[in-house]
């Protein structure tokens, strides 16, 4: 096997590479539905093109792992442009009928002097394992939780990353999850009282809304167990929230979006939101959900999130399941999602290599 590697980046007033990342978008199917049994998870082309093109807020580049004709793997890469500038995030693609390891080094050795020439000091992968309870596990250093000893995992150990955290991957049956929402709701509404309102639209968020979008969705990256994960605050602001409901709707995607609003101060106090893509009617990707540490403790996550479901299910009666991610460590949040339906799915690592 002759491994070739190549990186591809957006050139200032060019269009993406859209072959080269039609290639990596079938790679990363099959290597979703190798992993996951389906193909849910799986961005198509059009999604990766239009992921890629946004460049505002992360410089992103894609290496691909060919021999000859055939894709044998990629390596995303996003770097953060506003905060997190000594961190790389990264996520491996890999063709399942190939051995991973060699794809894995050959896409690690040609990221390295990328990294190292745009001052990225750490890099965090996110990697996907499938359950297997009779498989030799790694624990990550917050001793909650666990992956499988894959090939994957291996490689990732063999390079010298840390599994620092697992992630949680759940799904939820969203007709029985109804019934459950509707029995929640009364408490989490007694619960809140009337310091708190709730809110909610399907689109951007509203013009009016964004300043305070922006103050809650910089403390997704700080109120949530983020491990020994070298994770700064991210800067957010009105126009970074315009962008992502732009880039979201580029996608062909709907979001989803409620918020608990604290009436006294007119400051919102928690969200949650979904994505539904719109080549899926059957598939929704639960994303963030964030209660502001200063206002826990009134059942604001259980209240966001039934309400949100509700409303997801009156946009979109075809959907069947949600997807959702949470931290093993995270058993609040794991508490209000089980008692909604959530069940697990798989295991998401999250690997720190400090020093690149």
């Not at 539905?33 to 239009?50: M, N, Q």
């Not at 990294?115 to 359950?131: I, K, M, P, Y």
Request: glycine residues 8%; proline residues 6%; aromatic residues 4%.
């Amino acid at each position: 096997m002759n491994i070739q590697v190549s990186t591809l980046r957006l050139v200032p007033g060019a269009p993406p590479p859209s072959a080269d990342l039609e290639a990596f978008a079938e790679v990363s199917r099959r290597s979703i539905v190798a992993t996951l049994g389906d193909d849910d998870l799986a961005d198509p082309a059009h999604v990766v093109i239009s992921a890629f093109a946004e460049q505002n807020y992360r410089r992103k580049m894609v290496l691909l792992a060919r021999d000859g004709a055939r894709t044998l793997g990629g390596l995303w890469l996003g770097l953060p442009l506003k905060d997190n500038t000594s961190l790389a995030e990264a996520s491996f693609s890999l063709d399942p009928d190939h051995d991973p390891a060699p794809v894995v080094d050959a896409l690690w050795a040609g990221a390295v002097p990328v990294l190292r020439a745009e001052g990225r000091r750490t890099a965090l992968v996110w990697s996907d394992h499938a359950a297997d309870a009779d498989a030799e596990h790694v624990v990550p250093r917050t001793g909650v939780g666990s992956v499988p000893r894959d090939a994957l995992a291996t490689a990732l150990l063999d390079l010298g990353f840390v599994l620092e955290q697992v992630e949680r991957h759940s799904v939820l049956a969203v007709a029985p999850a109804l019934e459950r929402a509707a029995a929640e709701l009364p408490a989490a509404r007694q619960a809140a009282g009337t310091a708190y309102r709730t809110l909610g639209w399907v689109g951007p968020v509203p013009p009016e809304r964004r300043g305070a979008m922006a103050r809650l969705m910089s403390r997704m990256s700080t109120d949530v167990p983020a491990g020994a994960l070298e994770l700064e605050e991210e800067v957010w602001d009105a126009d970074r929230v315009a962008e992502s409901d732009r880039v979201c709707a580029q996608a062909g995607r709907a979001r989803v979006m409620t918020v608990a609003e604290h009436v006294a101060s007119g400051e919102l106090a928690a969200y949650t939101y979904v994505d539904l893509p719109g080549d899926k009617p059957a598939v929704g990707y639960q994303e963030d959900t964030l209660v502001h540490a200063d206002h826990r403790g009134h059942r604001l996550g259980m209240l966001v999130k039934a309400e949100n479901l509700r409303r997801v299910a009156e946009h979109a009666p075809a959907l069947e399941r949600l997807h959702t991610w949470n931290a093993d460590e995270n058993g609040h949040m794991l508490a209000i999602n089980e008692a909604l339906g959530f069940r697990p799915a798989s295991h998401e690592g999250a690997w720190q290599l400090a020093g690149v």
